[in-house]
């Protein structure tokens, strides 16, 4: 029986696809333990998808499911079993999300091998610049700090201005959730926002008038405290013509970063994975043109109702709001493109494999 | 002579955190006898733990990262200079590791040039399945007992709690990844004493087994892990349910574990012990059963007796923590409640002690500024910094003072 099983690992290595259920041929064993059922699934994924070189192959083959979840386990059918331990399944019934997850670990572990270039120059700070903070959503305002630093423009300085940026309440919160899990991963979206509506309140980081009142408390001028409720007004405000241009995350490829973002965790120390975060993986997430992200129905009222809430406070507030303090509220999608309210875990599962196997966007 | 290592990998809630406790407080007595734990600070082997196994725990695996392989390097230094000299490394969760990681790590270590030897503590499922619970309620978890236990019985295991459990606590499958490749003398149990045994019996059993026994060191208990009631640990996973969203892990440890858990509600030994229900006593006796037979089939050294895995039968009144008596919990929950004055009080006094402190500072610092001398110098700097001259000056005498500061 175990001979079976050994034929078919032999066969998807070669790049085979049939399923476990279909095969019947056999070899001899290489090694004491056949691999799990996890890890030649998502190897025949990986086949049916395109081509694998035997180095990849060996990579899933070799693998680990992250020890948070299930580990290897037999395959039904595959030979004698202990009647302790993890039971066989059918590899085809191993569900999307725990492929993706291997799928995530296997990302992360190549992430972390990753060469990085030189961190780039940043020029020196220049003299005649508009001293600055920047507050609000991290999607928007952790960018454009960068791109600000790197033209000589570093936040900080002598009565700097405090620009808190906004947008639909919406995208707030689903930029909010995307940074956090690109930065050391996060719950699943619709986790994530449930525990957020228990709280009944929106978290600090987008609460814009709560933003803008704790730098007035804080001492800083009225007349320095700057709210926007469009990004692209932030540009006149900090002294620049225009904003780095702004990618939005699928919803697959925000679920996936949230996955490897979690497995790179143990792998690289903070500084070098925020570099690794940022300069690669966001790169190989931006080429997903799937969904946008959304708040799923359920909470949209509950959404809605915090929107009019910072209308009413950004009307009231003793700072300066750029903008329609309206345009907090939640946007209506276009009908063609009208976003999902949760990932996928089939869609991630795919986009992990795209980028295993390092399939340019147009091929697939 | 031999090197070797003795690599203690589980299981959770089995005296660990004592015995781990002990080595690194002697770890100066142990190294002049030629055994080598190597640790700077107590939690080091769960460290390098965490980073064999590539495992998240609440951020502390950013201080994880390349810890497994500074472990296994420092092992392998000793050795260098002490051939025959002895290695422990101990961590609980280690027994979670896959086949492939246990592989990694003894490979690290030297094998199989090493004398590797796997040392695992057990203890019967009756009182492990409730420990666990607590455990996980001790770490921040919200879920009642009686969804803990559905998750455990759940065959697929298909859950992070059934995932977890049983892969640090099937003793034959832990000894499946561990010791596959190992002689069965290589391969050691030390069972924890049934209840009601002598207090050190475990430490005797773990001290004979590590080879201890001839050494004078000091087994005094300082860190533990001990357990909590069913009021008790009502009290803590609801505080969790509450407190979760507001209280982050970083102060979660020291207010609610530490102060609240380990040094309060601990200490009330008079409410009713959490057990296992009386229906789970009917899977779980066969289930240990078993294990017992694979573990003394495969003839393995074992300190104590494997019968010590057969579970106490049901108590006669028990107790269940998912419907408490209120009237114990909310006891439980006054005694935390004074804790947290106590504990506030003695910060408020730290702060104002600091207030003070900062005051008489500032005061001291004032007399200074207002002393002529000071108040000659910043004028004249002030002067010179206003005019292109002045400035050149005092760069000239800055330069020749031999400080770059451009304070006055």
Redesign the interface.
């Known amino acids: 029986m175990n001979r079976r099983a050994w034929g078919w690992v032999a066969h998807l290595t070669d790049g085979g696809t049939t399923p476990w259920a279909d095969w019947s041929g056999e070899a001899e064993p290489c090694a004491?333990?056949v691999p799990g059922a996890q890890q030649l699934e998502l190897l025949r994924r990986l086949n049916l998808a395109g081509g694998v070189g035997a180095e990849l192959a060996t990579t899933v083959v070799?693998s680990?499911p992250?020890?948070?979840?299930?580990?290897?386990l037999p395959l039904v059918g595959g030979g004698d079993v202990?009647?302790?331990?993890?039971?066989p399944v059918d590899p085809a019934d191993v569900p999307d999300g725990e492929l993706a997850r291997l799928a995530s670990?296997l990302l992360a572990q190549r992430l972390a091998s990753t060469t990085l270039e030189p961190a780039p120059e940043v020029l020196r700070p220049r003299v005649w610049r508009t001293r600055y903070h920047l507050r609000g959503d991290p999607e928007v305002v952790v960018p454009l700090r960068r791109h600000l630093v790197a033209d000589g423009r570093p936040p900080g300085g002598r009565h700097p201005r405090v620009v808190i940026v906004g947008t639909d309440t919406g995208q707030l919160l689903v930029d909010l959730w995307t940074a956090q899990s690109l930065r050391?991963?996060a719950p699943p979206w619709h986790e994530w926002l449930a525990?957020t509506v228990?709280?009944g309140r929106l978290p600090e980081q987008v609460d814009l008038p709560r933003l803008a009142r704790r730098e007035l408390d804080a001492g800083v001028d009225r007349r320095a405290v700057h709210v926007v409720t469009d990004p692209a007004l932030a540009a006149g405000l900090l002294g620049v013509r225009r904003l780095p241009d702004r990618p939005v995350l699928s919803a697959a490829a925000a679920d996936l970063g949230r996955r490897v973002a979690?497995?790179l965790?143990?792998?690289?120390?903070?500084p070098r994975r925020a570099r690794l975060t940022t300069e690669v993986l966001r790169p190989w997430l931006e080429t997903d043109d799937g969904p946008a992200l959304v708040v799923p129905p359920r909470h949209r009222e509950w959404v809605t109702g915090r929107a009019e809430h910072m209308v009413g406070e950004l009307t009231r507030g003793r700072y300066r709001v750029h903008g329609d303090p309206a345009l907090v509220r939640p946007t209506e999608r276009p009908a063609d493109n009208p976003g999902v309210g949760a990932a996928a875990s089939s869609r991630t599962l795919a986009l992990a494999v795209r980028l295993l196997l390092g399939t340019p966007r147009d091929e697939s | 002579m031999t090197r070797r290592v003795l690599l203690h990998v589980g299981t959770p809630k089995t005296g660990t955190s004592h015995f781990q406790d002990v080595l690194f407080r002697n770890q100066r007595i142990l190294r002049k006898q030629g055994v080598l734990y190597p640790a700077e600070r107590f939690d080091a082997h769960f460290l390098a733990a965490l980073d064999l196994m590539q495992l998240p725990w609440g951020g502390l695996e950013d201080e994880a990262v390349g810890a497994w392989d500074a472990l296994a390097e420092k092992v392998r230094h000793f050795h260098d200079r002490h051939p025959d000299g002895t290695a422990i490394i101990s961590h609980e969760i280690l027994a979670i590791a896959s086949r492939a990681q246990a592989e990694r790590a003894m490979a690290s270590l030297g094998h199989p040039d090493t004398e590797i030897h796997v040392v695992l503590s057990v203890r019967d499922l009756v009182r492990q399945i409730p420990a666990e619970w607590q455990e996980n309620v001790k770490h921040r978890r919200e879920l009642p007992y009686g969804k803990f236990l559905a998750q455990v019985r759940d065959p697929e295991r298909a859950t992070p709690i059934g995932s977890w459990f049983w892969g640090v606590q099937e003793v034959p499958d832990i000894l499946d990844r561990w010791a596959a490749g190992l002689p069965a003398e290589r391969v050691h149990l030390v069972t924890v004493p049934r209840p009601g045994s002598p207090p050190d019996l475990l430490w005797q059993r773990f001290s004979t087994t590590f080879g201890l026994d001839d050494l004078e060191l000091d087994v005094e208990a300082e860190r533990a892990n001990p357990s909590l009631g069913v009021p008790e640990t009502t009290v803590v996973r609801r505080i969790n349910v509450k407190a979760n969203k507001v209280v982050p892990p970083a102060d979660y440890r020291p207010l609610v574990r530490e102060l609240l858990a380990h040094q309060t509600l601990s200490r009330r030994r008079r409410s009713p012990r959490l057990n296992l229900p009386p229906a789970d006593h009917a899977w779980v006796a066969p289930l240990q059963q078993s294990w017992i037979d694979t573990v003394r089939d495969r003839g393995y050294d074992v300190c104590g007796d494997l019968d010590d895995l057969v579970g106490d039968p049901p108590p006669a009144d028990w107790a269940d923590p998912d419907h408490p008596d209120e009237a114990q919990v909310a006891d439980a929950a006054i005694d935390a409640i004074r804790a947290l004055l106590v504990d506030n009080a003695r910060l408020m006094h730290v702060e104002h002690d600091l207030h003070e402190r900062v005051g008489h500072l500032e005061r001291e610092l004032e007399k200074a500024y207002l002393r002529p001398t000071y108040r000659w110098r910043e004028k004249t700097v002030r002067r010179l910094q206003a005019s292109r001259v002045g400035r050149l000056a005092l760069r000239g005498y800055r330069f020749a003072r031999g400080r770059s500061s451009r304070s006055a």
């Not at chain 1, 992250?66 to 290897?72: A, C, F, L, Q, V």
């Not at chain 1, 202990?82 to 039971?87: I, N």
Request: charged share 30%; glycine share 6%.
């Open positions: 004491e333990v070799a680990d992250p020890r948070r979840s299930r580990p290897s202990p009647d302790h331990g993890p039971r670990v050391h991963g525990a228990r709280q979690s497995a965790r143990p792998m690289a120390r903070p």
